[in-house]
């Protein structure tokens, strides 16, 4: 055969290659003690099975496709991927070093249009160190610079692949009360004055996008702003508003009332429980931590670990995540916040969460807070293939993931911590570096 045959032929096999669909990879999870993320309690000798990335089937008596790829997780808890429902990971390196922190841009003319899903870095160690302790995927939120509007944050996936992001621009993040107050002037009512005026002038541009001048010294928004705030009063994306005390969490509902197509989130709100019946009937949900149980400010004078379980107990959709710090580091705090609303139940007085619904709290919660809950967040099928193994109860401080997966791909259980670790926890000889040499 001539070498230009040889040639021809082998273009044209991998044309052919790249025409034929991948097979489906089928992966069946069987004899552990499974947890289907949505409320329910766990299933014993549960099967969870994965075709092409998406969770196709999970519970008892289900059926195994031939030819699966199976694993025996006898003995063992078999859940949904976490998620972190308010976090900064990807965005912080090191907290303390200003050059690897992207979650504020405080000298930037620009806002609502800043999109922090194009600053997220997949390597980052909290990444890889947060996977590892089986959290699959993150919202993660910008922080307020100049402006109560801190710009548009994402959904990602903690994979070891660099194509992280879920979701950009999955919503828009304003702070109200004190931060809000601090940023708008110095009260909360030039806040909620500045908050209404922003919006006005999205809703100027977006009757006439061609007139609006975001340059003229009467307007307080650039035209990249206001245009990243139309899907905000369209109602296309979420709305997260940050407000901690009850009468702010009043004045946020009381807000739709002027503007009744935004899709409010509230964030921290330490105080919901003392105003759950009007958030309930408001059908907010809320983005909250399970650790806030102390005054850290005068807005969060009436902060109670029951304030979860109260809301909860009213009919508020509740997800867990770090509102209260360490939001770029520490997403394995998700389980421990879980478990604590579990242990309140024993505690006289206190308003915990059944352990179903503390686990939907860091799964399927999150997930339908974004308005993503027919994709992530749970074993449902048709939802990503995001499924952890664990050594024990998820919610108990001492169990670790055997093994996580995102999108039905295993991941690897190291990190740089663990690497380290394992370095010098019975170290050799010789094998140190220099520096250690006495």
Same mark, same amino acid.
């Given at each position: 055969m001539?070498?230009k045959?040889?040639s021809?032929?082998a273009?044209?096999?991998?044309l052919?290659a790249?025409?034929t669909?991948a097979?489906a990879?089928?992966?069946?999870i069987t004899?552990?003690?499974?947890a289907?993320? *949505?409320g329910?309690?766990?299933?014993e000798?549960g099967?969870v !099975?994965?075709v092409?990335?998406k969770v196709t089937?999970?519970?008892a008596?289900?059926?195994?496709?031939?030819g699966a790829?199976?694993i025996?997780?006898?003995g063992?808890?078999?859940?949904p991927g976490i998620i972190?429902g308010?976090s900064?990971v990807g965005?912080?390196e090191?907290e303390a !070093?200003?050059?690897?922190?992207?979650?504020e841009a #405080?000298?930037s003319?620009f806002s609502a &249009?800043?999109d922090?899903?194009?600053a997220?870095?997949?390597?980052?160690?909290?990444?890889a160190i947060?996977r590892?302790?089986?959290?699959?995927?993150?919202?993660?939120?910008?922080?307020a610079g #100049?402006s109560?509007?801190?710009?548009q944050?994402?959904v990602?996936d903690?994979?070891t692949d660099?194509?992280?992001v879920?979701q950009?621009?999955?919503f828009q993040?304003?702070?109200?009360?004190?931060?809000g107050?601090?940023?708008?002037?110095?009260?909360r009512p030039a806040?909620?004055?500045m908050f209404r005026?922003l919006?006005e002038?999205?809703? *100027?541009y977006?009757? #006439?996008p &061609? /007139?609006y *001048?975001?340059?003229?010294? *009467?307007?307080l928004?650039?035209r !990249?702003? /206001?245009?990243?705030?139309?899907?905000v009063?369209q109602g296309?994306?979420?709305?997260?508003?940050?407000?901690?005390?009850g009468p702010?969490?009043?004045g946020v509902?009381?807000l739709?009332?002027?503007?009744?197509?935004?899709?409010?989130?509230?964030?921290g709100?330490a105080e919901?429980?003392?105003?759950?019946?009007?958030i309930?009937?408001?059908?907010?949900?809320v983005?909250?931590?399970g650790?806030t149980?102390l005054?850290a400010s005068?807005?969060?004078?009436?902060?109670?670990?029951? #304030?979860?379980?109260r809301?909860v107990?009213?009919?508020?959709l509740v /997800?867990?995540?770090?509102t209260?710090?360490?939001?770029a580091?520490?997403?394995r705090?998700?389980?421990?916040?879980?478990?604590?609303?579990? &242990?309140?139940?024993?505690?006289?007085g206190?308003?915990?969460?059944?352990?179903?619904?503390a686990?939907r709290?860091i799964?399927?919660?999150p997930a339908?807070?974004?308005?993503m809950g027919?994709?992530?967040?749970s074993?449902?099928?048709?939802r990503a293939?995001d499924? !952890?193994?664990?050594?024990g109860d998820?919610?108990?401080?001492?169990?670790?993931?055997?093994?996580?997966?995102i999108?039905g791909?295993?991941?690897p259980l190291e990190?740089?911590?663990?690497k380290?670790r394992?370095?010098?926890?019975?170290?050799?000889?010789?094998?140190l570096?220099k520096a250690y040499?006495r």
């Amino acid at each position: 055969m001539s070498r230009k045959f040889l040639s021809a032929l082998a273009g044209a096999a991998a044309l052919a290659a790249f025409a034929t669909p991948a097979i489906a990879q089928t992966i069946a999870i069987t004899g552990g003690k499974l947890a289907i993320g *949505d409320g329910s309690e766990a299933i014993e000798n549960g099967t969870v !099975v994965i075709v092409n990335g998406k969770v196709t089937a999970a519970g008892a008596n289900v059926a195994i496709p031939g030819g699966a790829q199976r694993i025996d997780a006898s003995g063992q808890w078999v859940t949904p991927g976490i998620i972190s429902g308010f976090s900064r990971v990807g965005l912080v390196e090191v907290e303390a !070093v200003e050059s690897t922190n992207d979650t504020e841009a #405080n000298k930037s003319p620009f806002s609502a &249009a800043i999109d922090v899903s194009t600053a997220i870095n997949p390597l980052a160690n909290p990444i890889a160190i947060s996977r590892t302790s089986g959290v699959t995927r993150a919202v993660v939120v910008p922080s307020a610079g #100049n402006s109560i509007f801190a710009g548009q944050g994402a959904v990602i996936d903690l994979s070891t692949d660099m194509d992280d992001v879920t979701q950009p621009r999955a919503f828009q993040y304003v702070e109200l009360g004190e931060t809000g107050a601090a940023k708008a002037g110095g009260s909360r009512p030039a806040a909620q004055l500045m908050f209404r005026t922003l919006l006005e002038e999205a809703q *100027d541009y977006a009757r #006439n996008p &061609a /007139a609006y *001048d975001g340059r003229s010294k *009467d307007n307080l928004l650039l035209r !990249v702003d /206001a245009k990243a705030l139309l899907p905000v009063i369209q109602g296309k994306v979420p709305l997260l508003v940050h407000v901690e005390r009850g009468p702010d969490i009043l004045g946020v509902i009381a807000l739709r009332k002027e503007f009744p197509t935004l899709k409010i989130v509230l964030v921290g709100a330490a105080e919901g429980w003392r105003v759950a019946r009007e958030i309930a009937a408001a059908k907010i949900p809320v983005i909250t931590a399970g650790l806030t149980d102390l005054p850290a400010s005068f807005e969060t004078l009436a902060a109670t670990q029951s #304030n979860v379980g109260r809301m909860v107990e009213a009919g508020v959709l509740v /997800a867990l995540g770090l509102t209260d710090g360490n939001d770029a580091v520490q997403l394995r705090w998700a389980m421990q916040q879980a478990g604590n609303m579990v &242990a309140l139940q024993k505690i006289p007085g206190a308003t915990g969460l059944s352990w179903g619904q503390a686990l939907r709290a860091i799964s399927s919660a999150p997930a339908e807070v974004m308005g993503m809950g027919d994709r992530i967040g749970s074993l449902k099928p048709g939802r990503a293939g995001d499924v !952890v193994i664990w050594d024990g109860d998820p919610l108990e401080l001492m169990s670790a993931p055997t093994a996580v997966f995102i999108d039905g791909k295993q991941q690897p259980l190291e990190n740089r911590q663990t690497k380290l670790r394992d370095r010098y926890a019975t170290p050799t000889p010789g094998a140190l570096p220099k520096a250690y040499d006495r």
